[in-house]
């Protein structure tokens, strides 16, 4: 996997630096790593306790489509769906395979395919084991049942001050059944609206090769995106790269709250073209878990300008950043010890894995004034995972900071955390705790802390609370009713209590909260757990005054996702 983007290096003034040929130098750069990034370790040679374990003889792939033979027999609408979806092809299921015939049968293996079976999105169940054949001789069992692929999306979200966001277009993520993927969307935001056009190889040709396009055309921006990459595919893979770029031009607004009632907003006009190169190499790799280290190469050219508002006194937020190119170098390392739990009726109704995995990546960024900086600094990013399951509860928590740090102290950085605990009461019950918290300081325009419709509270609008600190959490129980409607959706009802909010350091802690009842749906035919949920409740805090609207709101929108 690759790191994200790290974000400490953001509002820092820095001077600039002219005649870099970006694109082209990373370009080469790929070229010439990606032969070395498909050198691969052979799965183990034993068992799953290091002893001698059967070979594999056969691998059987069976392949089931999105509505089983009986259920289309007499149902024409299921027959059509049949249809008209491109069963994925074998060969598509067999390269994600880590075992194979002549390999030795090891069950962490065995669980790692069909997690990355799984991870394509494609399926709506997948079952990898092995099983003796009646001559006696080991097979490998693959089962998949197909998911759904070609998806209309009609999505809509209605926030409590009446808001109307969604997307709406088309999503096919199983071109021809060759697992590649393409989106058109035409999408509204809070704040824009325009098309959404992605394009996306998972493997190129016969390649390992990872290939996205994506252009995000809206009201207010015009942003491009591009990757290439050779991933890790397994644990137990020793190398790979990574090549990304992006393109802004556009603008930003950026948002704060004195008091509940007055927004006010600035906006930032932004030129960016950052592009990014990283390898990796992993020497301890295995189905348990493993150790990687790489370096990075990022280059920016970047410039924020604060546009003319004279009715917001912006004294308290950031000047404008200058028009500049730099670059920096880092190392990282990542360690991971394996450790997953395959779950039904947790964030929706279909299946999912949950990630519980200990994990450390750390990495060490240089901002040198010879790649352009103001002032020579040092970046770090610290992020520590861990999860658990203890009897009928799955515990988790992950904590991520980082920071710039130059001969003045701290120039850039943040911290946030998050725990949750999810306890099945029943099958069909489920209570979850989440917490958790965050400060940034002088985090880059328009990257505030922004919560309320999508981010906790849920029954607040837009932009609600704005801030460089925050604080959300949230105690939700779900009653999974129905897991198959008609064949087409599961549906559950529930209740829950958010309380949270955000708020810029020299402002006092500014805090609301709501409690209700919910409504909520997901389709059994996806390949990923994901629900639509109708919430009604009261809202209470966040200095609404007596003479404000009502506190009893609705909205409609997205689960949220534990």
Known sequence: MIPSAAPPFQGTRRAPVRGMNVAHILFLLGLVAAPAAHAQASPPAGGTDGIAAAIIDTVIITRRDVFLPEDAENNFIYRLGNGLHAMTHAWVIRRE???????????????ESERNLRRLGLFHRVRVDTARLEDGKLALDVRTREA?????????????DGTITGAFGVTETNLA??????????????????????LTSNRVGATRLFASGTWLNLSDRDVVSWRISSPFRSLSDRSAFFYEGRSFRGRIPQYRRD???????????RRALVNRFTGQIAPIASARGFLRVGATIEVRHEEHMRLANPDVNVDSLYATVPDSVYGLI???????????????????????????????????????????YESTGVGARLRL?????AGSAILKGYVDGGGLFNSAGLD???????????????????????????AQASPRPGSEHDIGFRILPRLWGPHAFIGTRTLQTTLEHRFYLVDNFANLTGIGVGAFVDYGGAWYADQDPRLGGNVGVTLFGGSTLSSFAQVMNANFGYRFGGGLGESEESRWKFSFGGGLRF
């Open 97 to 111: 395979l880590l075992l194979g015939a002549g390999a030795s049968a090891d069950s962490l293996l065995v669980a």
């Open 148 to 160: 759904w692929s070609l998806q209309p999306r009609f999505t809509g979200r209605l926030a409590a």
């Open 177 to 198: 059944g060759t697992g590649n993927a393409l989106r058109v969307w035409y999408v509204r935001e809070t704040d824009r609206d325009g098309m959404d056009l992605r």
């Open 259 to 269: 008091n509940p009632t007055d927004l006010q907003t600035i906006e930032w006009q």
């Open 330 to 372: 880092g190392a990282l390392v990542e360690w991971r010890r394996a450790r997953f739990e395959r779950v039904q009726r947790f964030n929706g109704f279909a299946e999912e894995d949950q990630d519980l995995s200990d994990h450390v990546f750390f990495s060490l960024k240089l901002a040198h004034e010879a790649f352009g």
């Open 385 to 389: 995972a861990s999860g658990r399951r």
């Open 412 to 438: 850039s950085g943040y911290v946030y955390g998050s725990g949750t605990a999810a306890v099945r009461l029943t099958d069909r019950n489920t209570t979850f705790l989440r917490a958790g918290g965050g």
